[in-house]
Nanobody, 123 residues
């Protein structure tokens, strides 16, 4: 499975961005998908995940109430709507496909990763 993430860019604090991640194979529609991020000098961290049916979502406490994950299995695509962005949201955002159908927050549950898209939030 190949993943192509897009939608990153430069935005002012308080602004919004929508990330997209398209999977190359329909197989991904049977698996949970997630977003992770890595800020400069920091370890990769979980952001959000969604199960294969889009019935369950998880969020990191730092983004809860500001970010919304969704997916369209007809397009093999997962989205991350990011609102009320803060400078501390600046990072490379990675999408991933889980080995399992559930929404998972642990990176070791994911076996396919996209190349990342850079989000920069200016103050």
């Amino acid at each position: 499975v190949q993943l192509q993430a897009s939608g990153g860019g430069l935005v002012q604090a308080g602004g919004s961005l929508r990330l997209s991640c398209a999977a190359s194979r329909r197989t991904a529609s049977n698996n949970g998908m997630g977003w992770f991020r890595q800020a400069p000098g920091k370890e990769r961290e979980f952001v959000s995940s969604i199960d294969w049916r889009a019935s369950t979502t998880n969020y990191a406490d730092s983004v809860k109430g500001r970010f919304t994950i969704s997916r369209d299995n007809t397009k093999n695509t997962v989205y991350l709507q990011m609102d009320s962005l803060k400078p501390e949201d600046t990072a490379i955002y990675y999408c991933a496909v889980s080995r399992y159908s559930a929404a998972a927050s642990r990176s070791e549950y994911y076996n396919y990763w996209g190349q990342g898209t850079l989000v920069t939030v200016s103050s």
